[in-house]
């Protein structure tokens, strides 16, 4: 099942050798039927299929039209020899589910396959139990230390609007824990605020993109561009654009993570995560295997050690979930651009922050990037068509008890940390997602106290502007 990355130093017996060169015929078959058959077709049929075939159900899996769930902790083998050359990674195998499932692998290839559409090369994929595990996995191996018994300073650059998971993890478990230096990017959608943070020391740029709750953006291209002339990777959280608005490795990126918990998950069923990279990432480790696959590499060594493993229940759930992406991605947009349209002529709504909206400062360069996947070939558009998610945030006429005052009132939209979710979920981050960072650390994130993030769900337009609308005014009469 799984890839194998060979150790150096193995004794091959005869009985190994010949499950290897079972297996290379396998692995050989797979390549070409993904670069023959699944490269070529359009996003929604490699949502719905990934690398799960007809033949592989038939063979392996009793017909099973899904693909099942594989409750098992480990992999029995027919013998030594076969047991040996599957330890060694000499052999696909899933071994043990920490490392490697069945099901986690059809989660894997398809994760890989819609964050790599459109990329002409090959894209590979890390599970993980959650976002903030994705995000884990794809920092760590860039902090090592590079020369033994040398204590080294080590930075990396990044925005200060990103989620509050996130900002928590460089803020106190790598800056203040292990003393690794988070260079703060104020502006990204200015290169030189990047570029004038990077020295000899830097490990890795990372960005989110669009960011949670904020909205920012910068340009993913030229943030890449900037960071391979330094030799250093790009890695961007494409949690809240998803495959089917943005695919940043197509634009450059060399690591994307995703919290699948999200809308990928639509459902709300539990946690998921991923990380997605590209072949021959940019990066001045000096390590051949890093760079080559890193997911693979990350997959088979460094995760098998840390852990942050997703369940095979989950992994199967959230790819249910993924099947139809696309078109909820598009319809969950469109009935945000209502609602935004409506907030920002609200009188008792200061600000409305949604990247659709032409007024917002960062609309065009937000236009440059984010698109419905596939809209050319879609008989209702036939064209390019723009579309921006379904978070945004606004800011409410009055202070923060005012803006609590409004949130109390919501009758059909849930209050819960969550978003990208099939049901409408709002929050105040201020007290809740961005509360730990404290009032500096929203002020650089761009987060005021009377701001509400609202993720539109797949509710009619009407019934959850009328919530918002009731709200807005009966808090006003208290
Ligand atoms: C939620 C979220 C995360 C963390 O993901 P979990 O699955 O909750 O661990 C990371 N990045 C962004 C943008 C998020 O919204």
Same mark, same amino acid.
């Given at each position: ?141 860039? @902090?090592? =230390?590079? /020369? ?6 080590? *930075?990396? %650059? +990044?925005?200060? $609007? ?63 561009? @900037?960071? =391979?002339? /330094? ?6 959280? *494409?949690? %809240? +654009?998803?495959? $089917? ?65 997703? =369940? ?167």
């Amino acid at each position: 099942m799984a890839e194998s990355t060979p150790p150096d130093q193995i004794h091959i017996t005869p009985g190994m050798q010949a499950y290897i060169d079972r297996n290379n015929e396998y692995l050989a078959r797979r390549d070409r039927y993904i670069h023959d058959v699944v490269k070529k077709w359009r996003f929604d049929t490699i949502a719905v299929h990934g690398l799960y075939s007809v033949e592989d159900a038939i063979e392996d899996y009793q017909g099973a039209i899904i693909e099942p769930v594989f409750m098992s902790s480990s992999q029995a083998y027919r013998d030594s020899d076969e047991m040996a050359a599957a330890l060694a990674y000499l052999i696909p195998t899933w071994c043990y589910s920490r490392i490697a499932n069945p099901s986690t692998y059809y989660y894997e290839w398809a994760m890989a396959l819609l964050e790599g559409y459109g990329y002409p090369g090959e894209t590979s994929c890390c599970s993980t139990s959650s976002g903030m595990a994705a995000i884990m996995t794809a920092v760590q191996p860039f @902090l090592v =230390h590079t /020369h033994q018994h040398v204590r080294e300073d080590r *930075n990396f %650059v +990044a925005p200060a $609007a990103c989620y509050g998971g996130t900002f928590q993890q460089f803020k106190v478990r790598l800056m203040e824990e292990r003393g690794i230096e988070w260079r703060i990017v104020e502006n990204p959608e200015n290169i030189d605020d990047w570029a004038s943070k990077i020295d000899k020391n830097t490990r890795f740029l990372y960005g989110e993109l669009p960011s949670n709750p904020s909205m920012s953006f910068f340009d993913i291209q030229a943030v890449a561009d @900037l960071a =391979h002339s /330094h030799n250093l990777p790009l890695i961007c959280d *494409n949690t %809240v +654009a998803t495959p $089917a608005l943005l695919r940043p490795i197509q634009h450059g990126a060399d690591i994307v993570v995703q919290s699948a918990t999200k809308t990928l998950t639509t459902s709300g069923f539990g946690m998921a995560g991923a990380i997605i990279s590209r072949r021959n990432i940019t990066s001045n480790i000096d390590s051949e295997d890093l760079k080559k696959d890193f997911a693979i590499y990350v997959k088979y060594l460094p995760n098998r050690d840390h852990g942050p493993n997703l =369940h095979p229940m989950q992994a199967i759930l959230t790819l249910n979930d993924m099947r139809t992406l696309r078109s909820k991605v598009d319809m969950l947009s469109r009935s945000s651009m209502t609602v935004a349209r409506f907030l920002e002529q609200h009188p008792r709504v200061e600000s409305v922050q949604y990247l659709g909206l032409p007024n917002h400062p960062l609309h065009d360069l937000a236009s440059k990037y984010m698109w419905l996947v596939d809209a050319e070939h879609d008989e209702q558009y036939g064209k390019p068509v723009n579309r921006y998610g379904h978070l945004m945030s606004f800011c409410v006429k009055g202070d923060h008890q005012a803006t609590r005052n409004v949130f109390d009132n919501f009758k059909r939209i849930w209050r819960a940390t969550d978003l990208g979710r099939i049901k409408s979920v709002a929050t105040i981050p201020a007290i809740s997602t961005h509360q730990q960072q404290g009032e500096e650390g929203r002020k650089l994130a761009h987060i005021p106290d009377n701001l509400i993030r609202l993720c539109v769900g797949a509710e009619h337009p009407d019934d959850i502007m009328a919530d918002l609308d009731q709200a807005l005014y009966a808090a006003s009469t208290h």
